[in-house]
């Protein structure tokens, strides 16, 4: 199937993948959605650590974990620590655009592959490196230990309950979703100048810049945050309720919503309170409203009230399961859910060494092989 750049905004663009788990390959899978040829240099034998994280396996054998952040790329086992390796690796290197790693500092280097150097030497390459506490720290990351430690655990679960990790592996993502935007730019400012940029993002950085809002409440009061359950610090009534056959939330973020979620659930007294008209006025009263409001959910279905909440545009939703949610979007066992900013699934992810032998007999033009002839 053809594509122009007006689809794949990144055709022509050549990223060489030298990452493992979830932070890197999610960032080189979405350059490989936007266009960009992506070649995924895994280690012979075992390949990307994912590929072992499992069950769940799809009916070949690969792990969903792998699945979920590999397409539109290319597969190529090397080992870095023979001649052979790091010579494919070193001319790969020299005809691509973007080079993405997740070595340990100074872990490439060792193997004669120094990025700094590199980079001196090719100086419109671009080429960004994800660690996990930043490029002077030799600590590895990984998305549980960095939600721990920077903030995230503190905040999440339920006021008197244990310290709670995000269900998804979401400093990963953040970090992933950084690393493509900084890229991103990094190609912007070389199409102006002609020149690349050596690029550096950490797992820690991304959390702590996510904190956001919780982060400038901590900075203006100078006290800590805590955690907050499904409710909101600086919102009510923003949380869950229990409705009569399941959980709904709402999520009231203006005193008009306030307004229009009284008239709907008939709050009565409280609903006619001008102390509650707005947001500071309800924060200081917090326990009062979310009582009321939970004693009027309960009494109805969730799917009647969000049916009127949402006609009278009161931000509110039912809590569905996974499966429930990817009813609504486009996703696939093999290639994952679609990409949020565009673009084209063109290559389901790579087995092991998939495209070993076309990489190393043509480099970078072994895309045109894949795709048929098809030079886009």
Request: hydrophobic share 45%; proline share 6%; aromatic share 6%.
């Amino acid at each position: 199937m053809k594509h122009n750049s007006d689809t794949l905004p990144l055709l022509g663009i050549r990223v060489l993948d030298l990452t493992r788990v979830l932070a890197g390959p999610l960032c080189t899978m979405m350059l490989g959605d936007l266009g960009a040829d992506v070649i995924k240099v895994e280690r012979p034998g075992s390949g990307d650590e994912t590929r072992g994280w499992g069950p769940p396996f799809d009916e070949r054998g690969e792990s969903a974990y792998f699945l979920s952040a590999n397409r539109n790329k290319l597969g190529v086992a090397a080992d870095l620590a023979t001649d052979e390796g790091r010579a494919l690796v070193r001319a790969l290197i020299g005809e691509a655009d973007v080079v993405v790693d997740n070595f340990r500092p100074g872990g490439l280097a060792k193997l004669g592959l120094d990025p700094d150097a590199i980079v001196r030497e090719r100086p419109a390459l671009v080429w960004l490196t994800i660690t996990g506490f930043g490029e002077d720290s030799d600590r590895p990351g990984y998305d549980y230990v960095i939600q721990a430690e920077y903030g995230w655990m503190a905040i999440t679960g339920e006021p008197e309950g244990a310290p709670m990790k995000v269900g998804v592996a979401l400093a990963d993502v953040l970090t992933g979703k950084d690393a493509a935007a900084a890229i991103l730019a990094a190609l912007v400012a070389r199409a102006r100048t002609g020149k690349g940029r050596r690029l550096h993002v950490s797992l820690a950085a991304s959390a702590a810049a996510a904190l956001i809002n919780v982060a400038q409440n901590a900075l203006v009061t100078g006290t800590d945050a805590r955690r907050w359950g499904n409710a909101h610090p600086n919102l009510v009534p923003y949380q869950l309720f229990r409705a009569a056959d399941r959980p709904i939330v709402i999520a009231v973020g203006n005193d008009a919503q306030w307004n229009a979620l009284a008239r709907v659930l008939e709050l009565g007294v409280v609903g006619e309170d001008r102390a509650l008209a707005t947001n500071a006025g309800r924060l200081a009263q917090r326990e009062r409203i979310v009582a009321a409001v939970a004693a009027r959910v309960a009494t109805r279905p969730a799917a009647e009230w969000v049916e009127r909440l949402d006609a009278a545009s009161v931000p509110c939703g039912v809590v569905r399961g996974v499966l429930e949610a990817l009813a609504d979007v486009e996703a696939s066992p093999l290639t994952g859910v679609a990409s949020p900013v565009g673009g084209a699934v063109r290559f389901p992810p790579p087995r092991l060494d998939e495209h070993g032998g076309l990489v190393r007999r043509l480099g970078w033009a072994a895309f045109r092989e894949a795709n048929g002839g098809d030079e886009r």
